[in-house]
C-alpha cells in the first residue's frame, strides 16, 4: 500500500508527486500520454512559443519606424514548429529526469478508479491510502459541431504546418484572443466570433473595452453579442452561419469555447464520489465527498490555469504529509493572457468589488505616462480597486505590451492585503514598466508623481 497513488501526470498531478517525494511519502504517478499534461504539450508552452515567434515577425515589421531597416518576409512554419518543439522537448525532458531523480514509482497507461482506494492500470492494481485525480481538460466542441477538417481545437491548430490565408475563432476568451494575436502577426485575416457582448469577458470591463480597441487598430475582426448556429465545409473554406443568418467564411474555423473536465468512464461515479456536470467537486481542502480522495487541477472546478494546478498538487501533498497548509485563496490566482497587448489581472474587477463591498476607490494609471511603455511604444493602464472601508487593494487590473511581467508586484499586494500607502513608500526601478505600478500606487496614496490627480 502506497501514501499516494495520484492518476494524471499533467500540472496538478506531477506537482502533487514531487512535493510529495520532498516529504517521504512513496508515491504512484500514472499517466497514459505524456508526463507535463497539457500545458507542456498542448497548452501554455506551445502557444507562449508561437506568441514569441509572432513578437518577433512584429518586431521585423516595425523596425523601420524607429531606423532598424528589417523587413517582415514571412513565416515558415516548419521551423517556427521546430522552435516550439525544441522548447517543449527540453523542458519535457528535465521533467522526465526531474521525476525519476524522486523515489516516485512512474507507471504509463491508463488508469480507472476501481476502489475508493484504488486505481486499476493495465489490469494491475495499485493501492494508495490516499487518491489524488488529476485528469485534466479536454477542448470542448458545441452540440452538432464536429471537430474535423478545417474544422479544429488548439489541440490541433498548434500542430499546423502551414498559414492560412485566414480564420475564423468561435470564442473570444484566452485561448481564443491569443490564436488572433498570433495569427494576425503571422498575417491572417482573423475574425472572432463571441456571444457574450465583450472579448476577454472575464476581465475588468476597462481592460475589455480596451482589448477591443487594441484589436480593432490591429485590424483583428471581432463580432461581439452574437450566436453561432452552424458551420459547414468543403475543400475550399468553411463557412458559419449565426443566428442572424449572416455568414462568415475562412480557410478555417478554430474552436476556443473552453474545456471540459475529463473524467467520463474513469469510475468516478461509480466510487461515489459527487460531482457536477463532469468536474470533481472537492472542498477548500481539495477533498472529495470520499474519505482519501482528493482533486486537483482543471477538473476541480474554477480557473483552469496550470499554476493553480501546481499550487493544489502542493497543497495535497502537505495536506496528506499533515502540514496543516493555509488554504488556496481562488481570486489570489495571478491571470494573465499572453496576447498582444497582454492582460494581467489578480483579485476582483471593480464591478465585482462593488458588489462585495458597496464603496470602493477605482485608479487608473495610464501607461502613456511611463517612460518605458513609450520606448516600447505601448499604450494602456494599470488600474487598482481598493476597498473604501481600509484601503485594501482586492483587485489590479493591466492591459498593454508585456504586462503580463508586471503580475508578481500585483500579486504580492494582493495576497499580503497590501494598500496603496504599504506600496507609494517602495521604490520602483527607472525606466521599467514596474515603475507604472509605482507610479499608479503612489497617486492612490494621493502623492501622484508622473500623473494627474
Ligand atoms: C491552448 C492552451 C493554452 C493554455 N495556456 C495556459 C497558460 O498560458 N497558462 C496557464 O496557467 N494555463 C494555460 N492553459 C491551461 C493549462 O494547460 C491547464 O490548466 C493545466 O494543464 C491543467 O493541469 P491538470 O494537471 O489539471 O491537467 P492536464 O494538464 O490536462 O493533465 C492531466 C493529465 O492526466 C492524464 N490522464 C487523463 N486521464 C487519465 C487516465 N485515465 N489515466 C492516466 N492518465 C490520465 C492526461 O494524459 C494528462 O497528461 C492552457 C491550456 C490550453 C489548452
Not at 493495465?122 to 477538417?149: C, D, H, M, W
Not at 494598500?419 to 525606466?431: K, S
Request: proline content about 3%.
Amino acid at each position: 500500500m502506497h501514501d499516494i497513488v495520484i492518476l494524471g501526470g499533467g500540472s496538478g498531478g506531477y506537482a502533487c508527486a514531487l512535493r510529495a517525494s520532498q516529504l517521504g511519502l512513496s508515491i504512484v504517478l500514472i499517466e497514459q500520454d505524456k508526463l507535463g499534461g497539457t500545458c507542456l504539450h498542448r497548452g501554455c508552452i506551445p502557444t507562449k512559443a508561437l506568441l514569441h515567434a509572432a513578437e518577433v515577425a512584429d518586431t521585423a515589421r516595425e523596425g523601420e519606424h524607429i531606423g532598424v531597416h528589417s523587413t517582415f518576409n514571412g513565416i515558415d512554419m516548419t521551423k517556427v514548429n521546430e522552435y516550439k518543439d525544441g522548447v517543449i522537448g527540453r523542458l519535457y525532458k528535465g521533467l522526465q529526469g526531474l521525476v525519476k531523480s524522486r523515489d516516485i514509482t512512474y507507471v504509463e497507461g491508463s488508469g480507472k478508479l476501481v476502489a475508493p482506494n484504488a486505481v486499476e492500470v493495465n489490469g494491475q492494481r495499485y493501492e494508495g491510502k490516499n487518491i489524488v485525480l488529476a485528469t485534466g481538460s479536454f477542448a470542448r466542441s458545441i452540440p452538432g459541431l464536429e471537430i474535423s477538417g478545417r474544422i479544429m481545437t488548439s489541440d490541433q491548430a498548434l500542430l499546423m504546418d502551414y498559414v492560412p490565408a485566414s480564420a475564423i475563432i468561435l470564442g473570444g476568451g484566452v485561448i481564443g484572443v491569443e490564436f488572433a494575436s498570433v495569427w494576425k502577426s503571422f498575417g491572417v485575416d482573423v475574425t472572432i466570433i463571441e456571444g457574450l457582448p465583450t472579448l476577454v469577458p472575464a476581465e475588468d470591463a476597462a481592460v475589455s473595452k480596451a482589448m477591443e480597441r487594441a484589436y480593432r487598430k490591429r485590424g483583428i475582426n471581432f463580432k461581439t453579442g452574437v450566436r453561432f448556429q452552424s458551420a459547414s465545409q468543403d475543400d475550399k473554406s468553411v463557412t458559419i452561419t449565426l443566428e442572424s443568418g449572416e455568414t462568415v467564411s475562412a480557410d478555417l474555423l478554430l474552436v476556443a469555447v473552453g474545456r471540459g473536465p475529463r473524467t467520463e468512464n474513469l469510475g468516478y461515479e461509480d466510487q461515489g464520489i459527487s460531482m457536477d456536470r463532469g468536474f470533481v467537486l472537492a472542498n477548500d481542502r481539495l477533498a472529495t465527498n470520499v474519505p482519501g480522495v482528493f482533486a486537483v487541477g482543471d477538473i476541480v472546478p474554477g480557473l483552469q490555469l496550470a499554476h493553480r494546478g501546481f499550487q493544489q498538487g502542493i497543497f495535497v501533498a502537505e495536506e496528506i504529509a499533515g502540514l496543516a497548509p493555509a488554504t488556496i485563496d481562488e481570486l489570489g490566482i495571478p491571470r494573465v493572457t499572453y496576447s498582444e497587448p497582454e492582460i494581467a489581472s489578480i483579485g476582483l474587477t471593480e464591478a465585482q468589488a462593488k458588489e462585495k463591498y458597496g464603496e470602493v476607490d477605482a485608479y487608473e494609471y495610464n501607461l502613456g505616462g511611463n517612460g518605458k511603455s513609450q520606448i516600447l511604444g505601448t499604450t494602456g493602464f494599470i488600474k487598482l480597486v481598493r476597498k473604501k472601508s481600509d484601503g485594501i487593494v482586492v483587485g489590479v487590473h493591466m492591459i498593454g505590451a508585456r504586462v503580463g511581467e508586471l503580475i508578481g508586484e500585483a500579486q504580492l499586494v494582493y495576497n499580503w492585503e497590501g494598500t496603496a500607502e504599504d506600496v507609494a513608500p517602495l521604490v520602483h526601478a527607472h525606466p521599467t514598466q514596474n515603475e507604472a505600478m509605482g507610479e499608479a500606487f503612489m497617486a492612490l496614496a494621493g502623492k501622484p508623481l508622473h500623473a494627474h490627480a
